[in-house]
DNA sequence: CCCTAACCGAGACGGTACGTCCGGTCTTAGC
DNA sequence: GCTAAGACCGGACGTACCGTCTCGGTTAGGG
């Protein structure tokens, strides 16, 4: 009975969507995320400021689709298809999978989660369609170690890929020295070692 | 011998600077990190803009004064005069100690985290001032626990500290799971024992 | 072809502009020319402040036209229309209508005319639209009274009617003196007769 | 008994008197009147603002007084010293030499008179240092000439010379049409003669 | 095959805040 | 006690974007 809110996706222009993330994208990785404003991508797109606000919230809502449609146009990993190998060993190409997608625009990831940290609403998208998921294969992997006995069975999965990207969100986001490849790997010894001497 | 550009510092007023403080902290906690402005600071301090700006480059940057100030307010607990107990017992105090300091205001650290994403200039403030200072006492403390030989000698303790307070900054920038004092704990037990099962 | 950089007048907003004139001229003349700001302009007109940037280059020019507009909203006498009668008495009835119009309002033109001193763009829309109008009725009737005889034939209507006007903005402008309709006839009588004894 | 408000002139420093008055002075003439401001004199002359307030109330009286100090500078005309000839002539030369020392100023002086309009005490300061006086000579030779009959004797030479100068701060001011000494030498015959055939 | 509803570009609008300039007052140190 | 220097409060500047809105124009589908 009501007239529906929201607009009929189905009329949504595709020429403009694609101009609109393609603006976005380009902008923030250009001139950096405090240069990407609502204004300057309708512009850059040629498109009407209204058509962005009829299908994004904000500004971080449309540079999170732009920069996860671009992930997803990358050859995508096969994870999955992978042979099974020893536990460390497929802890490294997980992480280092992940790494090669983004590697080379860590600075935009990280304005989106800081971007996230006043946008409760950006928080979630991240969240749901990008960092939630990029922890399942390590979270999986750490099931199977589990099952051959490799891991205690007591320990949460979750909290298991916590323990791992914990370390590399927190150099990503707030501690000044580098994040690389060899670092990810010392992320995922020590992960597994734990800190204290065994015997 | 050449012109300071830089204002004396001798010459700036205790008085406004207070009130700058206690106004950026105000506005920070009472309508959240958005709401905050110059403008607002300003206006809520009776203090021309000028004032501010002629002393911090940007709202990121006074708000973290004010908190840093805050916090030393705070009836400060000095770890370094605690009796030392066990290596798990010790962490668990040094961890609550700076728990409770902060407990209160996590939205704003995480805000000021956030900010510091899209300038390096926070950033790097907030490393000097604030959280790198802050995992010390457990560095140190991993340092004498491997002097007494509870932890493996090659560890890097900054390293150490990362592995375990990664855990809790991804929580708090990332994870949309609860960051309480319970949790901390887990932390401090997954970080020591690793994931390996131990023989 | 080449893209306008001018906005599009059939957009303009009438109600904001009407808003924006009226108090510009409330301003103006409540407070003074000195308290006249684009910024207490749009306050007090319930409009942003690029409204009114978008329209007008300077403060000087939205004054101009609202008192420009608040003139021709007056009840048009039309000295056109009027019957002719002898030159001087023709003369005293035409300044006498252009000084109805302005007498009450004498600063705000004499703060125009002043603003107009550092503003070539606001003294060329003064003179266009306002200042050299009005002085065409005299140089009509400066013309009649050529082809009468009455005058020189030789006189340059404009240099004549500067003779006569002159007198007038010098009070208006620099002689602190008063300025009212006795001087304006006095005006009258030595511009027509000039300096030297007649014989 | 009662402390004085004004300071002590005996005590103020000639040098930096001089400075001030140069600064405004070269400012006002190379950057135009918009660029002066009370900052920018005291910078160029390396003075304390407050020297500058505690001397003169406004910046227009800073330049006022520059101004005239300079007209003073130039090698005086000797009005007095002249011969006296005919009328026209005499007139003519008054005017002229009047001419020569603001002819390359025209612009300060413009916006001198412009500044006053929302400044009274600017205003009477300079119609007693500058535009007031600059019209008793041709006061002093009006006089003289109804002494000698040339001139109605029941014309004021007040009001005489305001028919002569009216002309020339109504371009000087207003009309955008050139002033220029051939102008002058017409607005001398104009006023001498008036609109009026004579028979 | 037309009508009408929604999309689209464009951009004007009321606002908020920006970072800068300057006005006029006050403080500090030096002579 | 004047001076150079400049910090201070305050007000306005002109700009950048925000998110909403209105305007024609185009496009798509249901009558």
Redesign the pocket.
Known sequence: MA??R????????????K??LEAALALARDQGWA?????????R???????????W???GAVVLDAYAARLQDRPYMNAAAAEEGDLRGDLVRILGETWDMVSDSLPLLASLIGEAQHDPDLAERLWERLIGPSSEPVQDRIRRAQAAGEITADADPFRAAELLYGQVYLRLLVTPKPLDAAFLEDCIDLALHGLLKRP
């Open positions: 007239a529906p929201t607009p009929d996706p189905n009329r949504r222009n595709p020429e403009s969507t101009a609109i240069k990407v404003s609502i204004e300057g991508i309708a512009a797109a040629g498109v009407g400021k209204r058509t962005i606000y009829r299908w919230p904000s500004k």
